[in-house]
């Protein structure tokens, strides 16, 4: 393997591992009132950093393929670029799972928010238990 397939596969290990981090509202635990509730999407970071460097490799080698002298190395710097763009994008498309964020006014007054990926059983108004993430009906 070449130096710089080392530092590239390196540097996509970096970049993996600071993608990764935990939900907001994961360690919460508690009892409180339900105040509202937002519907969003999530992109899997991890999927766009593969799609994005899987794209540039892709594009690089196609437009590398195209032409001679300088216009090959434009050709093929060209694709890696579009390449990059199109990758991020489709592969982010392709991880993107649903979540809803459950904003709880907790006992001691300060809202705080629980994202949570499954239809939350629960509406704005209900006293709620809040334990590592998971919104259930207090009873």
């Not at 393997?1 to 994961?26: E, Q």
Request: a positive charge.
């Amino acid at each position: 393997m070449t130096i710089a397939a080392r530092w590239m596969l390196a540097l996509l290990a970096a970049v993996l591992v600071g993608c990764a981090s935990a939900p907001p509202g994961a360690g919460l635990v508690g009892t409180g009132v339900v105040q509202s509730i937002s519907e969003g999407t999530e992109t899997d970071q991890a999927a766009n950093v593969l799609g994005a460097v899987g794209g540039a490799a892709l594009g690089a080698w196609l437009g590398s393929n195209i032409g001679g002298g300088t216009g090959q190395t434009i050709a093929t710097a060209a694709g890696g670029v579009a390449g990059g763009m199109a990758g991020s994008s489709v592969a982010g498309k392709a991880g993107a799972k649903l979540y809803w964020d459950v904003r709880v006014r907790f006992e001691d007054g300060v809202d705080r928010v629980v994202r949570v990926y499954d239809r939350p059983a629960v509406k704005p108004g209900d006293r709620v238990n809040v334990a590592n993430g998971v919104v259930t009906l207090a009873r």
